[in-house]
């Protein structure tokens, strides 16, 4: 019998990191409006001071903080309102000793002004004379130039996932496009002789085909371009045609189906002849999800993913393991616009960023079991009892979708356990929605 090169998840994370660190990157630019997800390739600085000016914090009158001290509710400071500035407008007035002008919330302080005092603590007395009961510094609700971003300074490094965050920031900059890592790419194969695409007549023994739009969907939140989709039969010579074909342009080959340890496993064996025996994986010690097989070519740099044919088992790996490889930034080396490799990266002391997963506090509703040997994901629901967050787990098999559509999140048991009790702290990994 043929003993399976198992990994820990944590194994395989780390063996599909190294290579995909491999995957030659193409630089693009794209509006900053369109790169929230994406990768950002280059370092930025800050092109200038963001503020450029001093900007009032508060709605109130800008003024020389010196002509404050020692006011207050009983003796308060009266000092002469010489203008108005108006939001986006350069101020009209300079302020001298004894003098303020109104400014707004965002608008340009005057010069000679030194601190702003808000308006809850003026007092109108006259068109053009305010009575000030607050004594207050020299910078008070001022915002100063370079306080956001200073001229010069990496605002964001190579390597960051933009977000909202990230956006907003390069816009008040300016910036109207950046250089991102274009997208990974993909094809996705569904096999089985029993699938029948969506729609289409099927036998009575057939079942539609759910894997290849489930693990696309999955794909695309993951960041990879979906090339091709493909259902297949079980046909050795046509799958070895669809990988070879697939591997030309995707820098993912997913394949669904076809892994086990009965007379249908073909895809470890199509793996090793597709990538020059590049297979480095056949099983990964969790369940589900055992047949996994893992396959690298290192002459096209493309990794093979082979997944289990059972739909909520083959989502689940995909989550656990390819999924978690790319939402973690990944080191490259690649020069603007052009396709280079990355080796000379991977093979420095490079430590992959850690992904950390979001996840919740909650309590264990009911005993569950385990497999020892294996890391056991569970899916589980979420619910509110007496104040406290309980994780209830959801049954049912890996071949079935209702689970994963009940379930909020799942619950990872180490291999060294036999279970968990009823009652036991957990930690809920979250289902993205």
Partial sequence: MKLLNVLTLTEARLMLSDRVRQIPRRIISIPVSEAAGHILAQDVTAPFDVPEFRRSAVDGYALIASDTHGAGDSIPAFLEVTGHVRIGEKPPCIISHGQCAYVPTGGMLPD???????????????????????SVAAGNHVIFPGDDMKQGDR????????????????????ITSVPVYAPYTATIISTGNELAPPGAEKSEAQIYDSNTYALSAQARQAGLRILHRHLVPDD??????????????????????????????????????????????????LKPGKPTVLAWDNAGKTALIGLPGHPAAASMVFELLVARVLKAPLPAVSAAGSLQSTSAASSAAVVPP?????????????????SPGRETCVPVRLTNS??????????????????????NGYILIGKDREGLAAGSPVNIYLLER
Avoid at 236 to 257: C, N, P, R, W, Y
Wanted: some cysteine; charged content about 15%; proline content about 5%.
């Fill in 112 to 134: 000679g002004a030194d601190a702003m005092v808000m308006n809850e603590y003026c007092e109108a007395f006259s068109d053009s004379d305010i009575a000030v009961s607050q």
């Fill in 155 to 174: 605002l964001l490094p190579k390597e960051t996932p933009i977000r909202f965050q990230e956006i907003g920031s390069l816009s008040a900059m300016g």
């Fill in 236 to 285: 050795h010579e046509l799958l070895k045609q669809t990988l070879l074909s697939a591997m030309t342009d995707s820098d993912f080959v997913i394949l669904s189906g076809g892994s086990s340890q009965g007379k249908q496993d073909m895809t470890e064996i199509l793996f090793r002849e597709v990538s020059g025996n590049g297979v480095y994986a056949h099983g990964l010690a």
């Fill in 354 to 370: 850690v992904y950390i997963e979001p996840s919740v506090p909650a309590v264990l509703s009911v005993n569950i079991a385990s």
């Fill in 386 to 407: 007496g104040g406290k967050l309980l994780a209830v787990p959801v049954p049912g098999s890996s071949g079935l979708w209702s689970p994963l559509v009940r379930a």
